[in-house]
């Protein structure tokens, strides 16, 4: 499948830009936020650091971050319309396998992972994001949360560092992202 052009990335970013004006003074609207899970919440360790040891040697691999799953925490305390989506590679497992994975790294289990992108089309991440959202126009706003740069969704992008995954310097950019649909 071939990648979309310049013209058509514009007419669907004008369409995202017109939806959410158009939902901006529902009640029922909600915001999208698209997770990625490894880079965001779980952070990249180096082989042979002692916390590098410590994530391998349990039954299962554990790379979350808990104050990453902290602040994912707080941020959907603090914005309750926001419907958490899978975008993440990990949605491949299934959406029950990616809340029950969250919710052993301290996700608070009332927050709910409300849907995933298509794990059945081999588009890119941002491809997926904008079918997704021109098959549920239901929302006033959007923020992905993604170690991978997307310059056709930037404006609503927090791209995190791998190595650090989401910190307090990218929270307080997300706030000011979601202020903007409120």
């Known amino acids: 499948m071939e990648e979309k052009s310049t013209i058509q990335w514009f007419i669907d970013q004008k369409r995202i830009r017109s939806i959410i004006r158009s ?45 990453c799953v902290k602040r994912l925490n707080q941020l959907c305390h603090d914005y309750p319309q926001i419907k958490v989506i899978v975008s993440s590679s990990w949605r491949y497992a299934g959406l029950a396998y990616c809340q029950e994975y969250l919710e052993k ?54 791209q995190t560092d791998c190595l650090i995954g989401w910190n307090e310097e990218r929270d307080a950019y997300a706030r000011k992202i979601l202020d903007k649909f409120i």
């Open 23 to 67: 939902n901006k003074n529902r009640e029922d609207s909600v915001i999208y936020m698209f997770l990625d899970f490894d880079g965001v919440i779980n952070i990249f360790l180096l082989e042979g650091t002692p916390e590098y040891e410590l994530a391998v040697s349990k039954d299962e691999f554990d790379f979350a971050n808990r104050d």
């Open 105 to 158: 790294a301290g996700m608070d289990p009332s927050i709910r992972l409300h849907d995933m992108t298509d794990a059945v089309t081999n588009l890119p991440r941002e491809e997926h994001i904008v079918d997704y959202l021109f098959s549920h126009e239901d929302f006033r706003g959007l923020i992905i949360f993604d170690d991978m740069k997307m310059k056709n969704l930037n404006e609503y992008l927090v």
